[in-house]
C-alpha cells in the first residue's frame, strides 16, 4: 500500500520566517495530495490541496508544490505567525474521493 | 450550515466490551470515512462508506465495522476492545459530485481500560 513519509517530524521558526515541510509517498498511482492543519484538541482542517495535473499552487502564504516524477511534494508557509503553530499532516490518495494515507505529523512552532 | 459532527465526545471502555460511535456528515456530503488516530499519529484509514455500503477498507480486523444510513450519517462499531484500540476516531465526509474533499469532524476519544 501507499506510504507516505513526512520531515521533519518538529519544526521551529521565528516570526516572520518562511516555513518548509517536505513529504514523499511511494504509489505512483496517488494524484492527490491535501495538507491538513491540526491544532491541539481540535479536528484536521483542511488547508491547502494539490492534484497531479498541477505542479504548483498557493493561497496567500500558504503553496504547495509537486514533483510527480520524483514523487515528492512540499508545503510552504511565508511570513509566518504565531498562530500558525501546530501539527501538519501531508496525505496522498488515489483519489480526492479516497482513502488518504498521512505522514506521521510535523510539529511547527512559531516563535515571537 | 452544520460541518461533521460526532458523538460521543469521550468514552471510556473495558477490555472486551463493544463500542458504537456516531457521525453526521457535513449538509449536502455523501460519503463519510473513519479514521483512527493514535496519540502523535497521523490518522489511519479504517473505511469508508458510500451509497450505504462499504467501498474501501483499511488494514483493519473485522472487529471494526461500519454502517451508513438513508440519511448519509454513519456509525464505527468496534467488538471485542483491546487496549491499543484507545485513540481518537476521526470522522471525515465528503461530496462525489463537489471536488470530495475531505472535512474532518472534532472526533471522538476513546479510552479502553
Known amino acids: 500500500g501507499e506510504n507516505v513519509e513526512q520531515h521533519p517530524s518538529t519544526l521551529s521558526v521565528q516570526e516572520g520566517d518562511s516555513a518548509v515541510i517536505k513529504c514523499t509517498y511511494s504509489?505512483?498511482?496517488?494524484?492527490?495530495f491535501p495538507w491538513y492543519k491540526q491544532e491541539l484538541g481540535k479536528r484536521p482542517q483542511l488547508i491547502i490541496d494539490?492534484?497531479?495535473?498541477?505542479g504548483e499552487k498557493k493561497d496567500q502564504r500558504i503553496a504547495v508544490t509537486l514533483n510527480k516524477t520524483a514523487k515528492h511534494f512540499s508545503l510552504h508557509i511565508t511570513e509566518t505567525q504565531p498562530e500558525d503553530s501546530a501539527v501538519y499532516f501531508c496525505?496522498?490518495?488515489?483519489?480526492?474521493?479516497?482513502?488518504?494515507?498521512f505522514g506521521k505529523g510535523t510539529s511547527l512552532l512559531v516563535t515571537p | 450550515d452544520a460541518g461533521v459532527t460526532q458523538s460521543p465526545t469521550h468514552l471510556i471502555k473495558t477490555r472486551g466490551q463493544q463500542v458504537t460511535l456516531r457521525c453526521s456528515p457535513k449538509s449536502g456530503h455523501d460519503t463519510v470515512s473513519w479514521y483512527q488516530q493514535a496519540l502523535g499519529q497521523g490518522p489511519q484509514f479504517i473505511f469508508q462508506y458510500y451509497e450505504e455500503e462499504e467501498r474501501q477498507r483499511g488494514n483493519f480486523p473485522d472487529r471494526f465495522s461500519g454502517h451508513q444510513f438513508p440519511n448519509y450519517s454513519s456509525e464505527l462499531n468496534v467488538n471485542a476492545l483491546l487496549l491499543g484500540d484507545s485513540a481518537l476516531y476521526l470522522c471525515?465526509?465528503?461530496?462525489?459530485?463537489?471536488?470530495?474533499?475531505?472535512?474532518f469532524g472534532p472526533g471522538t476519544r476513546l479510552t479502553v481500560l
Open positions: 471525515a465526509s465528503s461530496s462525489s459530485s463537489r471536488g470530495n474533499e475531505q472535512f
Open positions: 504509489d505512483s498511482a496517488s494524484n492527490y
Open positions: 494539490i492534484r497531479s495535473n498541477v
Open positions: 496525505a496522498a490518495s488515489r483519489n480526492s474521493g479516497y482513502a488518504l494515507n
